[in-house]
């Protein structure tokens, strides 16, 4: 599953074409509707663009949990656990990491080690179960290097 045909590139990229590819559209709205029919026992495999505060751009990370990102609000969000083991696609696959998940692009955040995506953790709240997830680091919480780096292709 991957939210816009671009992302295809990153799916080639971990060997994953083999496999049928599901293009929701970016966001909660566009997810929930792509899935609504999926039986909650499908596997899912989440690859997908992601920021970063100061995670290396241009690489994988394999996502590990993964909760909403509500910065201006103070109040608990479900932390989904992703228990799986996939082949390594590089050094930083036994380095798993936390992915917020949010409504906007993220341009700030206090928040270090972890990815900042639009769609996974609406994936786990809908009763996913076996879900996998990878997400490429784009950009470093700017949008101008995310709209530069989609203009070329990855390294």
Known sequence: ???????????EKLGY?????LITGIGALNVMEALRDI???TTIINVGYAGSKDLEIGKFYKVDRCSLYHPSVNYHEPLYELNYVLVDVDEEESNPKKCLTTSDFVTKSEVKDCLFDMELAYILGMGFKNVFAYKYVSDNL??????EGHKTKYN
């Open 142 to 147: 700017d949008l101008k290097e995310y709209r």
């Open 1 to 11: 599953m991957i939210a816009e045909k671009e992302e295809l590139e990153l799916v």
């Open 17 to 21: 074409d083999c496999y049928p590819v």
């Open 39 to 41: 039986p909650r026992d």
